[in-house]
C-alpha cells in the first residue's frame, strides 16, 4: 500500500530525513517510535503533503501512484489521513459543516455520491456512539476551545467518519490522560481492518499497550535503525532509545 | 471640493478632521474633485435592486428610500402600522425622517437606502432619527446601490435608547465600485438602555462610517459587532467611537476586516471612560486579515481613562491566513479554494455570532459568501 524508498527531506535548509525506507502492506499496524528530533513527525508531515518540506532524494508510492505529486487534499481522497499532534483551532467554522464539506469533497474526487445532510448525520451518530463522544461536539467549532484531550479524540473521530485506507497518528497520545488513552485506542481498534493501514508515531510505548503493533520501527537521525515485533517496543521502555544508539555502534564495530 | 466634503463629514477643528480622515484622505480626495447633480429622488430602481432588499419576512415592516427620500411606492409598514398603531414615521421632503417606537415589543423594522444612479454623478443627503422609547426592537438597515455612475449618498443617523430598553440594529450595505456612503451614526443610552449592533460593510468606492455611542447614563451598555469587507479597489473606512459617561456602563467592541485585492480597510475603534464612569467595563477586539499583498488595513485601537474603576481590555491585530489552518482542511479532503473561503468566512462569522435570527443569519452568510468567500474563489 504504502512504500517508501530512500527518503531524504529538508526543513527550512536542514536535512531532517535522511534515508528512511519503510513498506506498509494493507491491514498492518506499523509503530515508528524514537527520541525527540528524530523527524518522526516530519514523516508525518510530508506524508500529509504540507508545504515547507524539501523532498531532495527518494521517492514514495501509495496505491502505485506517486504520492508526492498529489496536493493534499488529492490525498485525502485517495485514502491518507494523518491525525494531527497539535489539531488546529478554527474559530468560526462550525464542526458539522467542516466535515461535511470534507467527505463530501473526498467521495465528489472519488467519483462517489455526496451524502445529503440526513445521510451524514446518520452516520456522525453512528461514529460518535462508537467513541463515546457528545453530540453536541459537532455544533461547536472546530477545536475551538476544547481540550488537549478533545482535540485528540476529535481527530479520532474525524479518522472514524472519513474512513481512511491508510491512518497516520502523530503522537496522538501525547498529552492524553489514561481513559483518553483507552477511548484513541479503542477508536483505533475498533477499525482495524484487512484492507486499511496505521501508522502510530509515538513516543513512548503505553499506547501501544493497547494498539498492539504488528511492527515496531525505531526512528533515530532521520531513518530506520531498528525494526521489530511489538515487543520491541517494550525492550525500549525498558532500556531506552540509547540503547539502540548503542547497539547500532556495536553491530558497526 | 474636497475640503467642503471634509467640513461636511468630519468632526472637530480642522485638525481632529485631517486626523480622523488620513487614511482616506486620497479616496476624500477624489470624490472631491468629482462634480455632482442632486440625484433624483423619483429615480426608478431596476427591479434586480428591489429584489434584494424583498424580504419575506420584513414584509409590511419596510420603508425604502430611492437617492434618500421615502419612496411611496416601494415602501410599506402596513404590517407594523396594524401590530403597533402608536409607532410614528415621520418623513418631510428636505430628507429628514423621525421614526418614534413607543414603549412595546415593536418587531422588525427595515430600512432600506437605495442609491439609483443617473446620467451623471449624483449626491444625495438626509438624516434619519429612530427614538424607542421603551420595550425592544430590531431596526435593519439596508445600503444598496445601482451599478451605473457614481453615486455619493450622506446619511446623519441619530439614534436614542430611553431607559430599559433595547434596540437592536442591524446593518447590511452592499455597494458597487461606483457607490459612496457617508453614514454618521449618533447613538444616545439612557439608565440600563441597550444597544446592540451587527454591520456587515461591504464594497464601495468610499465607505465612511462614523459611530459615536454615548452611554449616558449608569448600567447602560452596547455592543459594537461588525466586518468589513474590501476587494478590487474598495475603500471602507469605519470610526467607532464609545464614551463610557456614567457609572457602571458596559461596551464590547468586537470587529473583523477583510481586505483582498487593492482593498484598503480601516478600523479606528475609540473608547473613553469620563472620570466619575466607575465600574464601566470596555472591551474592544479587531482582528483583521490581508488576503492579497496589495491589500491595506490600518487597526488603530484607542483606550482613554478617566476614572479609577475600571476594566479595560483592547487588542488589534493584522495578519494573514493561517497556513497551518489551511493545510488542516485540505488533508481532510476540502479543496484549497474551498478551505480558504471556509476559513475567511469563519473568520467573519466570530463577529455575527451573536445573533440568534436564523433569517436573519442566512442573510450574513449570504452577504459573507459575496464579499469576502469570492475572494478565497479569486486566489489560484
Known amino acids: 500500500m504504502l512504500t517508501i524508498d530512500n527518503l531524504h527531506v529538508r526543513v527550512a535548509g536542514k536535512e531532517i530525513l535522511k534515508g528512511l525506507t519503510l513498506a506498509v502492506r494493507a491491514g498492518e499496524v506499523h509503530a515508528i517510535m524514537g527520541p525527540n528530533g528524530a523527524g518522526k513527525s516530519t514523516l508525518g508531515h510530508v506524508l500529509a503533503g504540507r508545504e515547507g518540506y524539501e523532498v531532495t532524494q527518494g521517492r514514495v508510492v501509495y496505491d502505485d501512484r506517486d504520492l508526492l505529486e498529489l496536493a ?74 476544547f481540550s488537549g484531550g478533545e482535540k485528540k479524540r476529535n481527530e479520532i473521530f474525524q479518522m472514524a467518519l472519513l474512513e481512511p485506507k491508510l491512518a497516520i497518528l502523530d503522537e496522538t497520545d501525547s498529552g492524553l490522560d489514561i481513559d483518553a488513552l483507552r477511548m484513541v485506542a479503542d477508536g483505533v481498534n475498533a477499525m482495524r481492518d484487512p484492507q486499511r493501514a496505521f501508522l502510530v508515531i ?33 525492550q525500549l521502555e525498558a532500556h531506552g532509545y540509547a540503547w539502540v544508539a548503542e547497539r547500532k555502534l556495536a553491530g558497526a564495530a | 471640493m474636497d475640503a467642503a466634503l471634509l467640513e461636511e463629514f468630519g468632526l472637530g477643528d480642522a485638525r481632529e478632521r485631517a486626523e480622523s480622515w488620513r487614511y482616506s484622505a486620497q479616496a476624500l480626495r477624489a470624490l472631491g474633485a468629482q462634480s455632482f447633480v442632486a440625484a433624483d429622488a423619483a429615480a426608478t430602481p ?88 421603551g420595550g425592544t426592537a430590531h431596526v435593519i438597515e439596508q445600503h444598496l446601490a445601482a451599478p451605473g455612475a457614481d453615486v455619493l449618498g450622506a446619511l446623519g443617523s441619530e439614534l436614542e435608547v430611553a431607559a430599559g430598553a433595547a434596540l437592536h440594529l442591524t446593518v447590511l450595505s452592499d455597494l458597487p465600485a461606483a457607490a459612496s456612503l457617508y453614514r454618521r451614526v449618533r447613538a444616545t443610552l439612557r439608565e440600563r438602555g441597550v444597544l446592540c449592533t451587527t454591520h456587515a460593510l461591504g464594497g464601495g468606492r468610499l465607505q465612511r462610517f462614523d459611530f459615536a455611542c454615548d452611554l449616558a447614563q449608569p448600567e ?61 467595563d470596555a472591551r474592544l477586539q479587531t482582528k483583521n486579515l490581508l488576503l492579497s499583498p496589495h491589500a491595506e488595513i490600518d487597526a488603530q485601537p484607542v483606550l482613554e ?27 481532510r479532503g476540502v479543496p484549497e479554494r474551498a478551505a480558504r473561503a471556509m476559513l475567511i468566512e469563519g473568520f467573519c462569522r466570530e463577529a455575527f455570532a451573536v445573533l440568534d435570527d436564523a433569517a436573519l443569519g442566512a442573510r450574513l452568510d449570504t452577504w459573507l459568501a459575496t464579499h469576502v468567500a469570492a475572494g478565497g474563489e479569486r486566489r489560484p
Open chain 1, 72 to 145: 493534499p487534499e488529492q490525498r485525502a481522497a485517495a485514502g491518507v489521513f494523518l491525525a494531527f499532534q497539535y489539531p488546529v483551532e478554527i474559530p468560526g467554522v462550525n464542526n458539522t459543516y467542516f466535515l461535511k464539506a470534507a467527505l463530501n469533497a473526498q467521495r465528489k474526487a472519488r467519483g462517489e455520491p455526496e451524502l445529503d445532510a440526513m445521510q451524514f448525520l446518520k452516520r456522525v451518530r453512528e461514529k460518535l456512539s462508537v467513541l463515546h463522544m457528545p453530540e453536541e461536539l459537532m455544533n461547536r467549532a472546530v477545536n475551538a476551545g
Open chain 1, 202 to 234: 509515538t513516543h513512548y510505548q503505553r499506547l501501544l499497550d493497547y494498539i498492539v503493533p504488528d511492527f515496531v520501527h525505531v526512528m533515530v537521525d532521520g531513518r530506520i535503525v531498528e525494526t521489530g515485533g511489538a515487543e520491541l517496543a517494550h
Open chain 2, 305 to 331: 481613562i478617566h476614572a479609577d474603576e475600571v476594566k479595560a481590555s483592547h487588542g488589534a491585530t493584522v495578519g494573514r491566513l493561517d497556513e497551518r489552518a489551511l493545510f488542516y482542511l485540505r488533508s
Open chain 2, 46 to 133: 431596476p427591479p434586480a435592486l428591489m429584489e434584494r432588499c424583498d424580504w419575506a419576512e420584513t414584509r409590511g415592516r419596510r420603508l425604502v428610500f430611492v437617492n434618500g427620500r421615502l419612496s411611496a411606492a416601494h415602501s410599506d409598514w402596513r404590517a407594523l402600522a396594524q401590530a403597533r398603531p402608536e409607532v410614528r414615521i415621520d418623513s418631510g421632503p428636505a430628507g429628514a425622517t423621525v421614526i418614534v417606537l413607543p414603549a412595546g415589543r415593536t418587531g422588525l423594522l427595515h430600512i432600506v437606502w437605495a442609491s439609483v444612479p443617473g446620467a451623471a454623478p449624483g449626491r444625495w443627503n438626509a438624516t434619519c432619527a429612530i427614538r424607542l422609547e
Open chain 2, 220 to 280: 447602560a451598555r452596547c455592543e459594537l459587532r461588525g466586518v468589513f469587507a474590501a476587494q478590487g479597489r474598495e475603500h471602507i473606512d469605519a470610526h467607532l467611537e464609545v464614551r463610557h459617561a456614567a457609572r457602571d456602563t458596559a461596551s464590547d467592541v468586537l470587529w473583523r476586516g477583510v481586505a483582498d485585492g487593492r482593498g484598503r480597510g480601516v478600523l479606528h475603534g475609540a473608547i473613553r471612560v469620563e472620570s466619575g464612569a466607575d465600574g464601566a
